[in-house]
């Protein structure tokens, strides 16, 4: 068996490096030691920052990687033995495939052999706390679903009796007889991705656990939580099944600690907030309380996040560890014995339920994965990486991502699996000339090309209790199921899992389905895995339609409940409206330009442009500044770093492939993925590019803290960048001060944290304690966050005699100047002391800003900002490199402040999606583009004038007759000129007019009742909805008053369709869309403007309030503006009055 790479470990890295390649054309074996891929991510209820349901995000992904033709998978399965040939290209691997005692070809997952099977012992995946059977599927989206026989539980195995599941089998799948098989595989490359185990905490005896019941692991008391876990999701003592109204989560438990684990795990701190979060989700009465050191929240919406949990939830941080946790008997109550810092002493609170959130440790098996594979571990056991990419390992050829590299989340995961990719990908290119694999697209048959008279099935997701805690899942089921044409309507449990997609591939068969509808979740993430189920079931991908009844009902209606699931329904009843109209379309492949420009000259930049052009491929790098590298200068890096970043600099400059553009600029930026057409400007001139893919690299800005603990005012009073730069005299003897977060994690503002500003001191202390032993250096920091290595760095830096003290927020650091020396006024926040410190110099460790070139750069690329001005990207967790807009891809601080070696793997990660495209030189564009019916075209030219791509023209059709051609490679679909059309001869495919109008009939079909105002929305599909989707997944309540239909643009909103509302009983109609100046269709949302301001006149001379109608601007990332402009709007709508036009019930 040959592949091109075998990738070792099924978790989200794996998949993640195992598609990435997939999509290449490559093959890839899948190799997983469980019975399942999935890996620790699947057994998570929710991701931070965003909340995201975990397994419904993985879910896909995970269905995606077993169906992908290019990959094969082999789960339940070990390497067993590694060679490498005398070249060393090419591996032969041995892997055995261990015996399930059940025939995968036969079992249907159907699960009857477990419920018949006598046997229960506790299952791994819900981590002891929970039961399984002998004979198991480990949980619901399990991948392959497929039961395995635990041979040491089974009674046939040890005691020769039972069978009872091979008895009950109705495909006789059981199979006691089956033999471990031995498969040989060849391959080019190998990608690590075992992922990481948790420290056990019965080590440590003062946390009492094993020996109380009701104290738990993070990741037990994750799989507590969870909808699919052993209580249905119900937050309980497992001693007595009570509800809890105390939690003490415990930080640090045995990380950063010299006689266990001597690193920070890097995760704890986030997934705790997190657990505390969702624990007020579920019970807003118990109180959760935090036991930590330092709170590291260090990446992006960390920091945020934990406000939130103190502002927004209650939940309660406490400095310290506690010393030991005791069981009362008598009342089985725990106890926690703590030193309060404040007032120094020992203190007790007593607690229901207790979570530990032990250290993050490599796997018990991974010394001997690596002695297999001929690989060096690190000093703290994971597999070393031995250079600035993260990813390579001491073998060529073999590539290392995710946890079993060191503690990382799950978005840093999966950006070290793409730079995997990208490095797995290059060595094949250089080795393989074959042709590349391109996946061939399902044939459809004739009666469903054409679509037929409708027969709809319905699909209600409850995804776990995500949406059925809220909605009444199985009501909505029996409402929906009497619509017309609805011949098919059921439930799933998730509908994005194996067993939910299969299910729905079966009824589109068995039920002759001509039109789908599944009503779970955002379609920004699923609806291209459901289309693509719709293709493979033999139904044409555009006669699906997806309904979001969790991000805009379930997560933003929680106090809701019956107007939910009302909701809900008539959501789904619009959905049905639009879904008869549906029509066939036909994606269209158009070829790729093999080159890449890469906007910005960072670090992450360069490395992006040597990794594109090593693979072949012609780059353009544009870097606004004089030298390239300037991104550099946050970073204090040793001599071999050094040398590395020399030599790349060097050899971009001498790359036939990479032409630098130096103090240039991007122009304008045309086109789509596959063709974009640039034009830069270098030395006053424009040059014009074409090229297939995008990555913005910019470096970021350096913050000036003018006036920031006197910063402007004294020139003893300087910055980190400032010191590396100037040629300040540091004497021996001198009392320095370090002022950490200066200008960073603010109460408003910039809240953000800026990642890299407490190594980067430590650093500079060092090596200044270094030259000058007799300085007296004081580091005064909020919370120390640092990588996995910053923890030697903290102990150096004690060793030497630096001093930390720990201030607050609350109680500002001040510097005063008397007698020309700087006097430091602290208070230490942990030992509740004020005091005054004379100082000889002051340093400010100052947060790193988004590029002033992100703004302008966003308008021009149409892409989103954050809050702050960084790049917001396609998905916080799957996707973390991407932007929404295809071929467009973004790395290092463009995205976030990054440490130096997390660039260079953004800049391979980017790298990685960038050569997707130009390796497979081809891509499916969308059909949702404009058409012209000639016959009814008056050739006006209104339409010419109106579009912003250049996509229409005018021919001549007859002597005196002009009509409107459109290019099918230029239209983008944002309806502009469909709305301009006098002669209503322009369509916009799968947003006809008659497909929105059905939709507003439907909206308003059903007498309301008139307690509340109803609103009919208008979101375009870039901002205004996925800002709804950020207001969803962020819990941003609002009015349930607002129904959404999405459109591609706001400018495809017609005059028509808001009179139309109005006239069928909508009390209001709200349109949202870009802010102007960041369209994606340039200035799409100016034009709609325009059209409201039309409306607002017409209706008004007619006697109606012109407030009735409103436009409004919210970027993707403004969901908490959005929920903001909803309730006002619904406030707007109350003191107007209800729509006499409206039937109310």
């Known amino acids: 068996m040959d592949a091109d790479v075998l990738v070792l470990g099924g978790g989200v890295g794996g998949i993640t490096a195992a598609l990435e390649i997939a999509e290449k054309g490559f093959t890839v074996c ?37 169906m992908h033709p290019n990959i ?9 033995e590694v060679k490498r040939d005398n070249e060393g290209y ?3 691997v041995k892997i055995v495939k261990k015996p399930r005692y059940v025939d995968e070809n036969k079992c249907t997952g159907c699960r009857r052999c477990e419920e018949k099977c006598p046997v229960k012992v506790a299952s791994e995946f819900n981590e002891g706390i929970g039961l399984r059977k002998a004979i198991y599927i480990p949980f619901p989206q399990a991948v392959p679903r497929v039961a395995t026989i635990d041979r040491e539980r089974c009674l046939y195995f040890t005691k020769g009796i039972c069978r009872v599941c091979e008895k009950i089998c109705p495909s006789e799948a059981v199979n006691f007889e089956q033999e471990p098989e031995e498969i040989t595989l060849n391959v080019h490359s190998i990608i690590i991705s075992t992922g990481f185990n948790l420290l056990d905490p019965s080590i440590l005896p003062q946390y009492g656990y094993g020996r109380y019941p009701d104290v738990l692991t993070s990741l037990q008391y994750e799989r507590l939580m969870n909808a699919a876990g052993p209580t249905g999701g119900e937050i309980v003592r497992p001693s007595d099944r009570k509800h809890p109204k105390r939690i003490a989560i415990i930080q640090c438990v045995g990380s950063r600690n010299v006689k266990v684990k001597d690193y920070c795990s890097q995760i704890c701190c986030m997934y705790a907030t997190k657990q505390a979060i969702v624990t007020k989700e579920h019970d ?8 930590y050191k330092d709170i590291n929240a260090s990446g992006k919406g960390h920091e945020e996040l934990v406000r939130r949990a103190v502002e927004e939830y209650g939940v309660k941080y406490i400095k310290g560890l506690p010393s030991e946790v005791l069981w009362d008997d008598k009342n089985g109550k725990l106890f926690i014995r703590y030193m309060d810092l404040p007032s120094g002493e020992m203190k007790w609170l007593d607690i229901d339920l207790v979570v530990l959130s032990p250290a993050v440790t490599p796997r018990d098996d991974l010394k001997k994965i690596a002695e297999t594979f001929g690989l060096e571990l690190n000093e703290y056991g994971f597999i070393r990486s031995i250079d600035e990419t993260l990813v390579n390992t001491n073998i060529p050829g073999i590539y290392v991502c995710g946890a079993c590299e060191g503690p990382k989340d799950i978005s840093h995961t999966v950006m070290q699996a793409l730079a995997a990719a990208a490095q797995a990908s290059e060595r094949i290119l250089s080795l393989r000339k074959e042709k590349i694999l391109i996946r061939s697209q399902p044939v459809v048959n004739a009666i469903e090309e054409t679509g037929g008279e409708p027969r709809i099935g319905i699909f209600v997701c409850h995804c776990g209790l995500n949406i059925a805690a809220v909605v009444d899942v199985k009501e909505v089921v029996r409402d929906v199921a009497n619509i017309p044409d609805v011949v098919y309507a059921t439930d799933l449990t998730f509908a994005c899992s194996k067993d939910g997609v299969e299910a729905i591939k079966e009824a589109i068969k068995k039920q002759n389905l001509n039109r789908v509808i599944v009503a779970s979740c955002t379609p920004s993430t699923h609806e291209p895995l459901f289309r693509k189920i719709c293709e493979e079931a033999g139904l044409n991908p555009y006669l699906f339609e997806m309904v979001n009844i969790r991000e805009h009902v379930s997560w933003v209606h929680r106090t809701y409940p019956r107007i939910a699931t009302d909701k809900a329904k008539e959501l789904i009843r619009m959905a049905v409206a639009r879904a008869r109209l549906l029509q066939p379309l036909r994606r269209t492949e158009v070829e790729v330009t093999p080159s890449t420009l890469i906007i910005g000259g960072s670090i992450s930049g360069l490395v992006a442009a040597k990794t594109l052009s090593k693979a072949g491929f012609k780059v353009y790098l544009v870097e606004s500044g004089d030298k390239l590298g300037n991104d550099l200068d946050f970073y204090r890096y040793d001599n071999t770093e050094a040398k590395w970043i020399s030599e790349l600099i060097n050899s971009i ?20 993925i596959g063709e974009f057409k640039v034009k830069i400007i270098r030395d006053g001139n424009i040059e014009d590019v074409t090229i297939g893919t995008i990555i913005v690299a910019l470096t970021p800005e350096e913050f000036k803290p003018d006036g920031i603990y006197g910063h402007g005012r004294n020139r003893n009073i300087i910055t980190i960048p400032e010191l590396r730069r100037g040629s300040h005299i540091i004497n021996n003897g001198e009392n320095m001060a370090f002022i950490l977060c200066a200008g960073a994690r603010e109460r408003s503002g910039r809240v953000f944290c800026s990642a890299i500003c407490c190594e980067e001191a430590l650093k500079e202390m060092i090596e200044i304690k270094e030259k000058n032993p007799e300085v007296n250096i004081y580091a005064l920091y909020r919370d120390l966050r640092l990588p996995l290595n910053g923890e030697k760095l903290y102990r150096q830096a004690r060793e030497a005699g630096i001093e930390f003290i720990r201030y607050d927020i609350d109680r500002p650091l001040e510097i005063s100047e008397k007698d020309g020396t700087l006097l430091l006024n602290v208070y230490e926040s942990s030992s509740n002391i004020e005091f005054e410190i004379p100082i000889d110099k002051v340093i400010l460790a100052t947060p790193i800003l988004p590029s002033r070139e992100n703004r302008e750069l966003s308008s021009i690329l149409k892409v989103p900002l954050n809050i702050y001005g960084f790049y917001l990207e396609a998905h916080p967790k799957l996707r973390p490199l991407d932007f929404s807009v295809d071929g467009i891809y973004l790395c290092g601080a463009s995205y976030y402040p990054q440490r130096l070696h997390e660039s260079v793997l953004q800049g391979l990660g980017a790298a990685s999606r960038a050569l997707t495209p130009m390796i497979r030189g081809k891509v499916s564009v969308e059909p949702v583009i404009a058409q012209v019916e000639q016959n009814l075209c008056t050739g006006c030219g209104r339409c010419h004038d109106v579009c912003e791509f250049g996509a229409i023209k005018l021919e001549v059709a007859s002597e005196d007759r002009l009509i409107a051609i459109v290019d099918p490679k ?7 000129c469909s709305v301009e059309c006098p002669a209503k001869a322009i369509t916009i495919h799968h947003f006809r007019d008659n497909q929105i109008l059905a939709m507003i009939e439907a909206a308003f079909e059903k007498p309301s009742p008139r307690d509340r105002p109803k609103i009919l929305a208008f979101f375009c599909n870039w901002c205004g909805y996925a800002a709804a989707d950020m207001a969803g997944i962020s819990r941003y309540e609002y009015p349930p008053t607002v129904e959404i239909i999405r459109v591609m643009c706001s400018a495809r909103v017609d005059i028509l369709h808001v009179l139309y509302a109005l006239l069928r009983g909508a009390d209001g109609v709200l349109i949202v869309g870009c802010h102007p100046g960041d369209c994606h269709y340039i200035s799409g949302n100016l034009k709609a403007k325009e059209r409201v301001m039309k409306v607002k006149e017409l209706i008004e001379s007619v006697g109606i309030p012109s407030n009735r109608v409103r436009i409004d601007w919210a970027s993707a990332g403004e969901g908490l503006r959005l929920s903001k402009i909803i309730k006002e709007f619904t406030d707007e709508i109350e003191v107007i009055g209800y729509n006499p036009l409206r039937r109310c019930g």
Not at 73 to 80: H, R
Not at 653 to 672: A, C, F, P, T, W
Request: hydrophobic letters at 35%; glycine letters at 8%; aromatic letters at 8%.
């Open 30 to 66: 899948l190799v997983e030691k469980e019975p399942s891929i999935g890996g620790r991510m699947a057994q998570l209820d929710k991701t931070f920052p965003t909340l995201d349901c975990s397994i419904c995000i993985l879910g896909p992904k995970m269905v995606e990687a077993s």
């Open 284 to 291: 807003p009465n118990i109180d959760v309380v935090i036991f």
């Open 72 to 80: 094969k998978l082999l789960a339940y399965s070990e390497v067993k």
């Open 970 to 976: 230029l239209c983008k679909g944002c309806g502009s």
């Open 653 to 672: 400059n001498y790359d036939r492939n990479i032409e630098v553009y130096l103090s240039s600029k991007i122009e304008e930026v045309k086109g789509s």
């Open 90 to 92: 090419r591996f032969t």
